[in-house]
C-alpha cells in the first residue's frame, strides 16, 4: 500500500510576497475616490497657489527726469549679471590704466579707514558725509584689481586688503580665498600683487616684499588681451539687525572706505599717461555718491576713496524670493499630503477593514511597510509634476508682471523640483506612521501639521522668537525638511541677512531634507512596535 502525500504549493517569502502587498496597497488606494480627488487636489493647489502668487506681484518703476515728467512704468530692471550668470554688486570706485598683454601690479597697502551711516540714507546736499560715524566694516576692501573692462559683472581678480577678514583674493564675485591675517596700518602693512598670464592671474601678498606667498589662481576664460588694472576701493552698506520677541528693527545706511598705497609698480606693457579714476557702476541703496569718492596721487602715494561693493548679491538681495512665491502653494498640497497619509491608515480602523487586512498578511510590519511604499510614491510623483509645472508657470507670470527673475542653476532647480516632491512623499510617510500610532484622524493630523508647519511659520515670520531660536526649530524639527527649497547660497565673504525668513537655512538641503527623514523613520519604527503589539 502506498502512501499518497499531498502536494503543498510553496509560497516563496520574500520579494514576491511583499510585491503582492504592494499591490493589494495600490489597488486600494486607487479605488477609495476620496483619497484620489485629495491627491489631484493637492497637485492643483500647489500649481494655482503658485500661479495666483505670480499673477498678483508686479513691480515697475518710472523714473522721473527733467525731460519726461510723467513717465510710463517700465519693468523692474534686475541686477547685472556676474560671469556665472549671478546676480551681483559691482560697485567702487577704480583708478586704473590699460594692461595689453602679461603682466604685473605691485602695491603696498598702508591704511584703510572708513566711515558709515546709521541713519538710513544720505544727508542733503553739500555734505553727504554730514552726520557719518568713523570706523571701518568687516569686508570694506580695498587693492589692486585686474578687471576685463569697466562694465559691471564683467570678469575679475582682485587682491585687497579689508577691514576685519585680514588678505583675500577674490575673482569673479562668488570666489574668496584668505591670504595674512590681521588689520593693515602704517607700522604693519601689506603688499599685494597680481600676475597675469593669458586668461590665469595670479595673486600673492607680503609682509615684508621679501618672503611672497600665493594666495590663490583664477582662471578667467576670455579675458580680454587688453584689460583694466589698477587700484579700487569699496564699502559695503552698513547694517545692524536686532531682535527680540514680537519685533524687529534695522539700521544702517552706506559706507566709504578710504584707502592709501604706495610702492606701486608694475611690469608689461602699460601706458606712460596718468591714472585714470572713475566709479564703477553705482546702487544708491549701497553706494555713496560720486562727489564724495574718488583719489589723489602725491608721487607714489595713492589715496582712494569708494563706495558699494563688489560681491554676488545675497540675503534679501538675492532675489530668490521669486522661487519661494511659485511654491507658495507647497504648503496646502502638504496638508492635503498629509490628511490623504493618515486616512491610508486611519480610515481601514474606523471602517473594522484593519482585521481583514491583518488577517490577509500577518506579518504587520511587512503591511505597514507595503502602505508606505504605496503612499510615498504616488505623492513623490505627485509632487513631481505639480512642483515642475508650478515653478516654470509661476516665474513666467512674474516676469509678465515686470518682476526680474533670479537666475538659478539648472541643476539648482532640479534639486528644488525634486526636494520639494521627496519632502511631500516623506511627510505623507510621517503622517502614516503617526496615523497608525494615535489611531484618530484628527489628532494624528493636527500632530504632523504642527511638527512641520508650526515651525517653519514661526522661523520665517521672524521676531516671535528670541534670537537664534528660529534657527534651531528649522534644525531638530522636521520643518528643517524647507532647506531643499533654499535657491541661492549664502556666501561666507558677504555680510547679509541669512536667516530662513529670507529663504536660507541652518542645514545643508539635503541636510535638512535628511532630519525629516529621521523623523519618519522613527514614527515609522514605532507605529511597526504598536501594530505588533496592539489588538486591531
Same mark, same amino acid.
Given at each position: ?57 508686479? *513691480? ?15 519693468? *523692474? ?85 579689508? !577691514? ?134 602725491a608721487g607714489n602715494r595713492v589715496t582712494v576713496s569708494g563706495s558699494g561693493d563688489i560681491a554676488p548679491l545675497a540675503g534679501t538681495d538675492a532675489g530668490s524670493h521669486a522661487v519661494r512665491q511659485t511654491l507658495a502653494g507647497v504648503f496646502a498640497g502638504l496638508i492635503a499630503m498629509v490628511v490623504i497619509g493618515v486616512m491610508f491608515m486611519t480610515a481601514?480602523?474606523?471602517? !473594522? ?50 518682476n526680474p527673475i533670479f537666475p538659478l542653476p539648472g541643476l539648482t532647480v532640479l534639486r528644488i523640483v525634486v526636494g520639494t516632491a521627496a519632502l511631500l512623499a516623506v511627510a505623507a510617510v510621517l503622517a502614516l506612521g503617526v496615523g497608525t500610532l494615535l489611531r484618530r484622524s484628527a489628532a494624528a493630523v493636527t500632530a504632523v501639521i504642527a511638527g512641520i ?63 525629516? *527623514? ?19
Open positions: 500500500m502506498s502512501v499518497i502525500t499531498p502536494h503543498r504549493p510553496q509560497v516563496r517569502p520574500g520579494r514576491d510576497g511583499f510585491a503582492q502587498l504592494v499591490r493589494a496597497e495600490w489597488t486600494k488606494f486607487r479605488t477609495v475616490r476620496g483619497w484620489v480627488i485629495g491627491t489631484v487636489a493637492g497637485a492643483l493647489l500647489i500649481i494655482g497657489l503658485g500661479a495666483l502668487t505670480g499673477a498678483n506681484s508686479h *513691480c515697475s518703476f518710472a523714473p522721473v527726469t527733467p525731460q519726461n515728467p510723467n513717465p510710463a512704468p517700465r519693468p *523692474c530692471p534686475a541686477p547685472p549679471a556676474g560671469p556665472g550668470g549671478e546676480w551681483v554688486s559691482d560697485s567702487f570706485y577704480f583708478v586704473h590704466q590699460p594692461l595689453a598683454g602679461n603682466g604685473s601690479i605691485t602695491v603696498r597697502a598702508t591704511s584703510l579707514t572708513g566711515m558709515y551711516s546709521t541713519h538710513g540714507g544720505l544727508a542733503p546736499r553739500p555734505n553727504p558725509l554730514a552726520g557719518m560715524k568713523t570706523g571701518v566694516q568687516p569686508w570694506t576692501k580695498a587693492g589692486i584689481l585686474i578687471k576685463a573692462g569697466t562694465a559691471q559683472g564683467s570678469a575679475y581678480a582682485a587682491m585687497m586688503v579689508t !577691514g576685519r577678514h585680514g588678505v583675500r583674493m577674490q575673482w569673479n564675485f562668488t570666489h574668496d580665498t584668505p591670504g595674512l591675517a590681521g588689520k593693515v596700518s602704517a607700522g604693519s602693512p601689506r603688499w599685494l600683487r597680481l600676475i597675469r598670464s593669458g586668461d590665469v592671474i595670479k595673486g600673492y601678498d607680503s609682509a615684508d616684499h621679501t618672503h611672497w606667498t600665493l594666495v590663490g589662481t583664477a582662471a578667467l576664460p576670455g579675458l580680454p588681451a587688453t584689460a583694466q588694472a589698477g587700484l579700487f576701493a569699496a564699502a559695503p552698506g552698513y547694517s545692524v539687525t536686532s531682535t527680540s520677541l514680537g519685533g524687529s528693527s534695522a539700521v544702517g545706511g552706506p559706507t566709504l572706505a578710504t584707502a592709501t598705497f604706495d610702492q606701486v609698480s608694475h611690469q608689461g606693457t602699460w601706458p606712460a599717461g596718468r591714472w585714470t579714476g572713475e566709479p564703477v557702476g553705482g546702487r544708491i541703496d549701497v553706494a555713496l555718491p560720486p562727489s564724495v569718492q574718488g583719489f589723489t596721487q481601514e480602523y474606523r471602517r !473594522g477593514l484593519i482585521r481583514t487586512t491583518l488577517v490577509a498578511s500577518p506579518r504587520r510590519g511587512r503591511v505597514l511597510a507595503a502602505k508606505a511604499v504605496v503612499l510615498g510614491g504616488i505623492t513623490f510623483v505627485t509632487g513631481l509634476v505639480a512642483t515642475a509645472v508650478a515653478i516654470p508657470l509661476g516665474e513666467h507670470l512674474l516676469r509678465q508682471n515686470g508647519v508650526l515651525p517653519y511659520l514661526l522661523a520665517v515670520l521672524g521676531g516671535v522668537l528670541p534670537v537664534g531660536a528660529e534657527e534651531w526649530l528649522v534644525r531638530l524639527t522636521p520643518a528643517a525638511a524647507f532647506a531643499i527649497q533654499q535657491a541661492s547660497p549664502a556666501y561666507p565673504q558677504v555680510r547679509a541677512t541669512y536667516t530662513p525668513a529670507t529663504g536660507y537655512f541652518p542645514l545643508a538641503p539635503w541636510a535638512g531634507l535628511a532630519v525629516l *527623514c529621521a523623523w519618519t523613520a522613527l514614527a515609522l519604527a514605532a507605529a511597526a512596535y504598536v501594530l505588533r503589539r496592539r489588538d486591531a
